[in-house]
């Protein structure tokens, strides 16, 4: 069913405010997401009726608040095909939960002289804690290659899996080429290879539907301001076994069993993950952002993002400008993150100019240097990204924009 863009509009009070003197036009959601008044009034009314700490108090309050921070979690596992919570566990991004990962599995698993296997389209918070992993083990850290600076070269993956690396993880889609990875495939030749799976789901979970018990990974990430909750809540859902048999990350209050002046035992799962107090009103706004994406329906979300992206790519061909990542023939394996470059104009300078028309779009190498400098030879790149609230009207005004942007710049038409 065709999402009703324009009642979805009216939940999102921001788009209707103006930058700049102008309408604001934000494409920039693979960065953030805007958030609907469902998601601000649930931490509103958190923080108006509900607020106590959760897992002390046996007061009612308490008690109220645990139970609406289970049941976050309740929904996470069911919104992404999990058996159970237990396997859900908060950090504050998905920066935070692969640093745990790479800190707690990676330094009990990864011995000198082993390899860590990722991709040259990562994301740097897929790169930078491997990175810090292979220095601490002296490990190697090898990568992938791409193939047309589009897609994973999968012969180039099967050769570097005969290193046997312990770890290979990647991004299910790209936040700089939109690349929709096979996470499912990328994962099974992995286990067959004998290496711990993680994938970075970051911009896969909020634009289409995924089931992790499909994908099989050990490890799956994402953030949950990148799909209409607050700040400050990142998923890892775990493999609940490789979980149980892994140390926390983090030590303080409320991880622990029993704690005595030498020693501490661990809480069960997820608590054992969690020390101190959570993000509680980010749980709980996170749970009212999946409750309204699944009543949109996940499938809707990525056909309205494609349809989308496929005309935001035939607009941006006939402008001229180079589009990077996957074309309209690949627009199954795309998502709605499209970075171009106009020749002559370096990207700043086009954002720049466009956020004086009131449209918000992102420039630089995206948290992605590797990628963007080396691959795609560039210093940095504009970044339209879409969301379910976005329209093919705004999709226009960029391109309107980009007449201005010659003019400014004075570049021949
Ligand atoms: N991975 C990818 C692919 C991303 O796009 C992002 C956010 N730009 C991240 C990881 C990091 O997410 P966060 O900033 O929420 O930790």
Redesign the pocket.
Known sequence: MPLDVEKIRKDFPILGTTANGKPLVYLDS??TSQKPRQVINAVSKHYRKNNANIHRGVYKLAEEATSQYIKSKEQVAKFIGADSYRSIVYFR???EAINAVARAWGDVNVDKGDHILITEME?H??IVPWQMLAKRKGAILDYVKLSGSKFLDMEDYKSKLTSKPKMVAF?HVS?VLGTINDAATITKLAHEAGAAVLV?A??AVPHMPVDVSEIDADFYTF?G??MLGPTGV?VLYGNEEILEGMAPFHGGGDMIRTVDFQEATWNELPWKFEAGTQNIEGAIGFAAAIKYLKKLGMENVREHEKALTLYALERLEQAGVTIFGPGREDIEKRGGVISFAMKGAHAHDIAQVLDSEGIAIRSGHH?AMPLVTRILNEPAVPRMSFYIYNTRAEIDAVVAAFGKVKEVLRLSA
């Open positions: 693979a960065a991004s998905t920066t994301h918070s897929n991004a936040n970075d970051a911009q953030s301001h990148k990142g948290c």
